[in-house]
């Protein structure tokens, strides 16, 4: 078999991917964190120091 392809959050204006492992889920989407797939209700970043500009979704 060949190796997951690499799947990037569904989150606008994120440019992570999704670790097939532990994706974050909401509905049939998948997230690279609890904060994209929450949508940032806060305003945080999905990683620290990662330079996403989804923190404002």
Do not use: Q, W, Y
């Not at 190796?3 to 999704?18: Q, Y």
């Not at 097939?20 to 797939?37: K, N, Q």
């Amino acid at each position: 078999m060949g190796r997951p392809t690499a799947l990037n959050c569904a989150c606008p204006g994120c440019n992570c991917t999704v670790k097939p492992e532990t994706p974050f889920r909401s509905g049939a989407l998948l997230f690279c964190s609890d904060a994209c797939a929450m949508g940032h209700p806060n305003g945080e970043p999905c990683h620290a120091g990662c330079g996403c500009e989804c923190h404002a979704c």
